[in-house]
């Protein structure tokens, strides 16, 4: 065996050995993990997506920004029954359908102004299959529910307060008042 023909082995099999991993287009994985149902990497993008496109980022943190999608997956997981996530993830593909028909592209990798389309026809409740009326209404539910129970909503825009007014606790009654 002669040095270039060795060098030409080797250079192929590295060239191969690079190329094969984009070859094998793996579904993209999703960072959220669930016990009870599956969910790819491409699904969790479409649920951020709902959930940032109900409450935008603007001078305030959006809905995205408080990890509002991860507290519905985590809801879904753990507080709703079998039926319901598969209703759920069931809907979440024909929510994605009906993008697909209104926008001619995934939910995903629409614009905001096309997203909010999408999200004004189900509203007017128009032609919208049972389940992806399913999956947005408990998506949009979850997704309020998460935004008004976050630390920077109750520190920043409705500030909780433990005790109102003033706190008198050993004086006497008759002093108090």
Same mark, same amino acid.
Do not use: W
């Given at each position: 065996?002669?040095r270039? !023909?060795?060098?030409k082995?080797?250079?192929?099999l590295s060239?191969?050995t690079?190329?094969? $991993?984009? @070859?094998?287009?793996?579904?993209?994985?999703?960072?959220?993990t669930?016990?009870? *149902?599956?969910?790819?990497?491409?699904e969790?993008?479409?649920?951020?997506?709902? =959930?940032?496109?109900?409450?935008?980022?603007?001078?305030?943190?959006?809905?995205?920004?408080?990890?509002?999608?991860? *507290?519905?997956?985590?809801?879904?997981d753990? @507080?709703? !029954? $079998? &039926?319901?996530?598969?209703?759920?993830?069931?809907?979440?593909k024909?929510?994605?359908?009906?993008?697909?028909?209104?926008?001619?592209?995934?939910?995903?990798?629409?614009? $905001?102004a096309?997203? &909010?389309?999408?999200?004004?026809?189900?509203e007017?409740?128009?032609d919208?299959?049972?389940?992806?009326? *399913?999956f947005?209404?408990n998506?949009?539910?979850?997704?309020?529910?998460?935004?008004?129970? =976050?630390?920077? #909503?109750l520190?920043? +825009?409705?500030? #909780?307060q433990? +005790? $109102?007014?003033?706190?008198?606790? @050993? +004086?006497?009654?008759k002093?108090?008042?």
């Amino acid at each position: 065996m002669d040095r270039r !023909s060795s060098i030409k082995t080797l250079l192929l099999l590295s060239a191969g050995t690079a190329l094969l $991993p984009s @070859c094998l287009q793996e579904e993209k994985k999703a960072s959220v993990t669930v016990k009870n *149902f599956k969910i790819s990497g491409n699904e969790e993008d479409i649920i951020s997506a709902v =959930s940032d496109t109900i409450i935008p980022q603007g001078k305030t943190p959006g809905a995205k920004d408080v990890g509002a999608y991860q *507290f519905a997956l985590m809801m879904m997981d753990d @507080c709703y !029954s $079998p &039926e319901d996530q598969q209703k759920f993830m069931k809907g979440l593909k024909e929510f994605d359908d009906f993008s697909k028909k209104k926008i001619n592209q995934s939910f995903a990798k629409a614009t $905001p102004a096309k997203r &909010e389309e999408v999200l004004k026809s189900i509203e007017s409740k128009k032609d919208i299959p049972e389940n992806a009326a *399913f999956f947005y209404n408990n998506m949009k539910r979850l997704t309020l529910e998460a935004f008004t129970q =976050s630390k920077y #909503y109750l520190t920043q +825009v409705h500030v #909780y307060q433990l +005790v $109102p007014g003033k706190f008198y606790g @050993c +004086v006497p009654v008759k002093k108090a008042s």
